[in-house]
């Protein structure tokens, strides 16, 4: 092992070409796993953001808020279960807003939500007329009392103040008063218009497990909800879970990449050193010491390149302007990362494993080279 | 570091000893080579022996089972008093740690080692004294002349100084017997005769027992005898 060590303190360039690979494959691989972060963050942070417990739709509408009617009778049905200590309605509307100085075809995309119970970071309910924006729309040139005017109706909202991480289908969202949501759906999206006190969802304080609470909900209406807890229904946002299987297929790809390079890599380092090796063990030196070198030289060096992948990620998150590409960098997914890439080169490393065993002290006698 | 495995070599006055020592290899069709042929062969303490014979001839067979680094098919091996001849890989493997030392025909040094750090290899893979181990690297390397060079890499020393590294090395484990393969095969006839002249010295000095194989006629004068070894069979 302090051999391994020595020889990689000693002769750096002998590693530099898998280091520089697996540099590049750890970028690869925090990228990709930033830009999921990222995506899924921006189509689901409105729903995380939610303080209550459950989140109940109607019947088939797939957790779709466009598909779900909540009627002021099932909203009573809901509040009468035990366990539900309170609920809030909630309903959304997606559509383009024109902002002042934009070009008039240069429109934003916004998801307006109405709401009683204010999300986690989201403020109390504005004024009529009034909306807390999510602070990515100030990348499309949205300011503080701004007058936005959403949809083909151009309905106006102010904005009084900006609100973090509640973004809804990768669009920036509005948040305001059921009135203002009512209001602006009717104007612009006829077909769906809710009389008052119709939601689309509701939002559920209980006092029990969320999950019981959920499912008791669903057998009081007898059928008539799907309820879901905060995390099932991030998940139920439809292309939440495909997004997130795509990714991570790439991912997979990746690590094999990783694994395949590391493995060969240190193959071809094992043929170089047969003759090392033969030499090492007549003087004594065990298969599973060599080996254990071999993994320690493939850890530090997949460890350095994580490193150094990290620091690569983390200079491109902040020269990337905010909003121009969904990329979230978090210390879990650079440690997850790193973590994968130490499994891929202990993984690649074991190919070697045979080739060390058979490796013949014998051989060191012998032989002029 | 002690000198037990000497004390021992000298307490029993035999430091190697084979008794009808025979290696038979199958080849793929079924046929046997016999490699060695019931070889019989006895080195006192400090004995060194010119081990000649051509190319083939059952050197480094015989040289690789004195060394514990290749099993017998049968017979008897007994080096610094331990019968090795059942031993299994991992005894050999321990017995290689303590009671012999090599120097390859190639000299072999870890190339990313310095001089010092070569020696201290053995005590690495071996006992891990840590403090005695780099004091007796010390005194060999000062005994053989290199002090000044226990900093430098192989690459930054002469031929003949990697040599001498070489011999350092397989004494630093204070063995019984010290197996030396065509020692002086890169080197020119003047530094040949230094290098075995030291080899000499060294062992008769320390009582070490050595093996000297060599296809060298002119080297062997060095040695307190020459065995001879052809087609397997050994002839003194």
């Not at chain 1, 689901?44 to 009778?73: C, H, M, W």
């Not at chain 2, 002469?158 to 590294?165: D, E, F």
């Amino acid at each position: 092992m302090k051999l391994a060590l020595l020889e990689l303190v000693r002769r750096p360039g002998r590693f530099a070409t898998a280091a520089v690979i697996l540099t590049l494959i750890a970028v690869l691989l925090m990228f990709l796993g930033g830009l999921l972060d990222g995506l899924i963050s921006s189509s689901t942070n409105a729903i995380k953001a939610q303080s209550g417990d459950v989140i109940v739709y109607s019947e088939s509408s797939q957790a779709s808020f466009l598909r779900s009617r909540i009627d002021p009778e099932l909203r009573s049905t809901v509040e009468s279960v035990p366990g539900v200590e309170s609920t809030g309605g909630i309903g959304i509307v997606q559509l383009g807003a024109r902002i002042p100085g934009n070009g008039p075809r240069d429109l934003a995309s916004v998801a307006l939500f109405g709401y009683e119970i204010p999300p986690n970071g989201v403020p109390d309910i504005p004024a009529d007329g009034e909306v807390w924006a999510d602070e990515v729309l100030k990348a499309d040139g949205v300011r503080d009392g701004m007058e936005l005017l959403l949809g083909p109706a151009r309905s106006p909202v102010t904005v009084i103040g900006f609100v973090k991480d509640t973004t809804f289908n990768g669009q920036g969202s509005l948040w305001a008063s059921p009135a203002t949501w009512r209001s602006v759906l009717a104007d612009n999206r006829p077909d769906a218009q809710l009389a008052d006190g119709v939601f689309q969802a509701l939002i559920v304080v209980g006092d029990a497990d969320p999950a019981a609470i959920a499912a008791d909900i669903d057998a009081t209406t007898e059928d008539a909800t799907e309820s879901f807890t905060v995390p099932e229904a991030v998940k139920a946002i439809p292309g939440v879970e495909e997004q997130q299987g795509v990714f991570n297929q790439i991912i997979g790809v990746t690590v094999v990449i990783a694994l395949v390079v590391i493995a060969l890599f240190f193959a071809l380092l094992t043929v170089e050193r047969t003759s090392l090796y033969g030499v090492l063990k007549a003087l004594g030196a065990m298969s599973r010491t060599i080996f254990l070198g071999l993994v320690a030289q493939a850890t530090v060096v997949t460890l350095v390149a994580g490193v150094i992948a990290a620091g690569l990620v983390l200079i491109l998150d902040a020269i990337i302007p905010p909003g121009a590409i969904p990329l979230d960098v978090s210390a879990s997914r650079i440690i997850t990362s790193i973590v994968l890439l130490l499994v891929a080169a202990v993984v690649g490393c074991s190919f070697s494993l045979r080739r060390v065993l058979r490796v013949d002290p014998a051989s060191a006698i012998g032989t002029g080279s | 570091m002690s000198n037990t495995n000497a004390a021992t070599a000298t307490v029993t006055g035999t430091a190697l000893e084979l008794t009808d020592v025979r290696k038979v290899y199958t080849l793929g069709d079924g046929s046997e080579v016999v490699a060695l042929a019931d070889a019989s062969l006895t080195l006192t303490s400090d004995e060194m022996i010119a081990l000649v014979g051509p190319s083939g001839s059952g050197k480094t067979t015989l040289c690789s089972i004195a060394g514990g680094i290749l099993s017998a098919t049968s017979g008897s091996i007994v080096v610094g008093g331990e019968d090795i001849s059942g031993h299994s890989a991992k005894e050999l493997t321990k017995f290689r740690q303590e009671k012999v030392g090599f120097v390859f025909q190639s000299v072999n040094l870890v190339p990313f080692l310095t001089a010092r750090e070569n020696l201290l290899v053995v005590d690495e893979l071996g006992r891990r004294t840590g403090g005695p181990a780099r004091e007796r690297a010390d005194q060999l390397l000062e005994e053989l002349g290199l002090a000044d060079r226990a900093k430098n890499l192989p690459s930054q020393l002469s031929g003949g100084q990697r040599q001498r590294v070489a011999i350092g090395r397989a004494l630093m484990n204070d063995p019984a017997l010290v197996l030396f393969d065509e020692p002086t095969s890169a080197l020119d006839t003047h530094l040949g005769e230094q290098v075995m002249e030291l080899i000499r010295q060294e062992m008769k000095t320390r009582g070490i027992a050595a093996i000297v194989v060599t296809h060298d006629e002119r080297i062997t004068h060095y040695c307190d005898r020459s065995v001879h070894i052809v087609d397997g069979y050994l002839q003194s």
